[in-house]
């Protein structure tokens, strides 16, 4: 599957239905996005979706294809703490 994270685009080998912060953590090796609580409630797996920010433990990777999807690794901290 394509994504398109922090303006690159990825060709990743994983299974649509896997959660988006899994291939986010594990298959882009981008850590700074990181598996918290699992119910979208601790923020460790904020990312922002097409400018939104979304909570990457609740999303499948299948659901973001075709989306701008932009990490902590490019953005200030202050963005993820609302």
């Known amino acids: 599957m394509l994504l398109d994270v922090?303006?690159?685009?990825y060709e990743v080998?994983?299974?649509?239905?896997?959660?988006?912060?899994w291939v986010i953590h594990?298959?882009?090796?981008l850590t700074?996005?990181?598996f918290g609580c699992g119910i979208a409630m601790c923020g460790a797996?904020?990312?922002l979706v097409d400018g939104q920010v979304t909570q990457?433990?609740?999303?499948?990777?299948?659901?973001?294809q075709g989306k701008k999807i932009t990490t902590?690794?490019?953005l200030p901290e202050e963005i993820f703490s609302s």
Do not use: F, H, W
């Open 32 to 34: 700074k996005t990181r």
């Open 72 to 74: 902590r690794e490019v």
């Open 13 to 21: 080998a994983a299974d649509p239905d896997e959660l988006l912060v």
């Open 56 to 64: 990457s433990c609740t999303i499948k990777a299948k659901d973001v």
């Open 45 to 47: 797996c904020k990312v």
């Open 26 to 29: 594990e298959k882009l090796g």
């Open 6 to 9: 922090n303006g690159m685009q």
